[in-house]
């Protein structure tokens, strides 16, 4: 059985009243369960609402329904709340009440044992509007079930934990990778992948905030893939796009700038903020002002490889003007090749392109 019938019903009756209301009219004798499990799920849904509270209106609520519908993960976070509760509840009282046994149908996913215990998948979907009083035999089989799945739902989380290890450090390489091979495919002449490749990296640092959104690193990894889908909408010609994806890399960028500000030990957070409000100027075509921050992000950290390479990058796009200033052109690309000349994204062959870049402007100077 699952546990979008159950959603809904509680939903869609607490946008005409209130949860808590709602919840007790539905399930009087289990609704602290049920409320327990329900608790992330509407904070999940509250935010992908924009903050908006998902029973404030039948509107609002008809609309968390649907996303509730339309995402397995959260229907499973729910249920596995739902079984641990039950399985705790089941293991310390001998009398289960009609609501309590009433959850365990809907938590349970032994489909064969349902239909044992009440019959079709329509009368099991009426469970919620007819009473059900199951027989001794009956809930100590549902009881064994859900002990079962609890248990199994446990372990699994106990093998999770176990194997997550430094999560922050595994995204910072992930999407590294990922702004490397959606400037490849936009170079290849495949933006829209390279949309696509973007959209699954912001999920997954969407993901991630929403259970840490405090911290930097997480943060700044977002502003980061705001400022390549930027990238790419400006290479498929599609500035409204690059415009609303430049605003939230600023955005972000500035949350943690404003955040980290007088803690000396995130310097390389700040450092990394300022860069990216960089990337923003040098987005908008503002060279200057991109430099500007680059510079602060250096004195900074000193080492900045992205930011001393992003200087040379704005000071081209100059020189492309006819504003030429050779010499902070061969200062920044010296302190690239002084850092990490072969850093993600960067490497021999972008080296020796910058080089040959280089190498123009000083011919052309003579």
């Known amino acids: 059985m699952n546990v979008k019938p159950l959603f809904r019903k509680v939903l869609l009756g607490a946008a005409e009243s209130s949860l808590d209301i709602a919840g007790s009219a539905l399930l009087p004798g289990a609704w602290p ?14 935010d992908r609402l924009n903050g908006q509270d998902p029973t404030s209106s039948p509107e609002l609520a008809q609309q968390a329904v649907d996303a509730f519908d339309a995402d397995p993960l959260l229907q499973e976070m729910m249920r596995s709340r739902l079984l641990e509760q039950l399985d705790d509840i089941a293991k310390k009282q001998d009398q289960i009440n009609a609501d309590v046994q009433k959850l365990m149908l809907f938590a349970s996913g032994d489909r064969e044992l349902l239909e044992e215990i009440v019959g079709t998948t329509e009368q099991i979907a009426k469970t919620l509007d007819s009473g059900v009083n199951l027989s001794e035999d009956a809930i100590d089989k549902i009881r064994v079930a859900v002990a079962q799945e609890a248990g199994n739902s446990r372990e699994v989380r106990a093998i999770a934990l176990r194997e997550m290890g430094p999560v922050v450090q595994l995204l910072e390489r992930q999407v590294g990778r990922l702004q490397v091979r959606a400037v490849e495919l936009v170079e290849e002449g495949a933006p829209d992948r390279a949309v696509d490749e ?3 990296g912001l999920m997954l640092v969407a ?3 929403q259970e840490a959104p405090t911290d930097v690193s997480l943060r700044l990894q977002l502003g980061f893939i705001y400022k390549t889908m930027a990238q790419v909408f400006d290479a498929m010609g599609d500035p409204a796009h690059e415009e609303e994806y430049i605003a939230r890399a600023e955005q972000i960028f500035r949350v943690v700038r404003d955040d980290s500000a007088g803690d000396q030990e995130t310097a390389l957070d700040i450092a990394n903020a300022i ?3 960089g990337n923003v100027a040098h987005e908008r075509g503002d060279f200057r002002s991109a430099i500007d921050n680059y510079m602060v992000a250096v004195s900074i950290y000193p080492d900045h490889v992205y930011a001393w390479h992003d200087i040379f990058a704005s000071y081209y796009e100059l020189a492309k003007r006819g504003e030429v200033e050779i010499d902070e052109m061969r200062h920044a690309l010296e302190r690239v090749k002084e850092i990490n000349p072969s850093a993600p994204g960067l490497g021999l062959a972008h080296i020796a392109q910058l080089e040959g870049i280089l190498k123009h402007y000083e011919e052309a100077s003579h």
Do not use: T
């Open 207 to 209: 993901a991630l905030l």
């Open 33 to 46: 369960i049920l409320r327990a499990a329900l608790a992330p799920v509407l904070e999940r849904l509250k």
């Open 198 to 200: 973007l959209n699954e």
């Open 275 to 277: 860069h990216g409000l």
